[in-house]
Nanobody, 120 residues
Framework: QVQLVESGGGLVQPGGSLRLSCAAS???????MGWYRQAPGKQRELVAT???????NYADSVKGRFTISRDNAKNTVYLQMNSLKPEDTAVYYC???????????????WGQGTQVTVSS
């Protein structure tokens, strides 16, 4: 069973920083990975994605503040979040496009989510 385990969420003051991590296990091949977030009463939205080759894409709301990166040897994706704002408060989810085995198709797998709260 593919597992995505997230860590690094928490409470931070406006202007502060947090680093989220998401480690994938039981993976045969990992393609694109990304971070999404969902605030109370809102739909889940894309934050940032990164391909296996390192190409990145960001939501306009986080450009210049957040940086996504990955360590392919560790099957891990990171999200460095700087200059955090109260509107960044949400549950952050990791997503991975992956194949579980040589013969399995590519599926989207999701982590359990980690809470990020930006408040003074």
């Amino acid at each position: 069973q593919v597992q995505l385990v997230e860590s690094g969420g928490g409470l931070v003051q406006p202007g502060g920083s947090l680093r989220l991590s998401c480690a994938a296990s039981n993976i045969f091949r990992l393609n694109a990975m990304g971070w999404y977030r969902q605030a109370p009463g809102k739909q889940r939205e894309l934050v940032a994605t990164i391909t296996s080759g390192g190409s990145t894409n960001y939501a306009d709301s986080v450009k210049g503040r957040f940086t996504i990166s990955r360590d392919n040897a560790k099957n891990t994706v990171y999200l460095q979040m700087n200059s955090l704002k109260p509107e960044d408060t949400a549950v952050y989810y990791c997503k991975a496009e992956a194949r579980r085995s040589y013969t399995s198709p590519v599926y989207d797998y999701w982590g359990q989510g980690t809470q990020v709260t930006v408040s003074s």
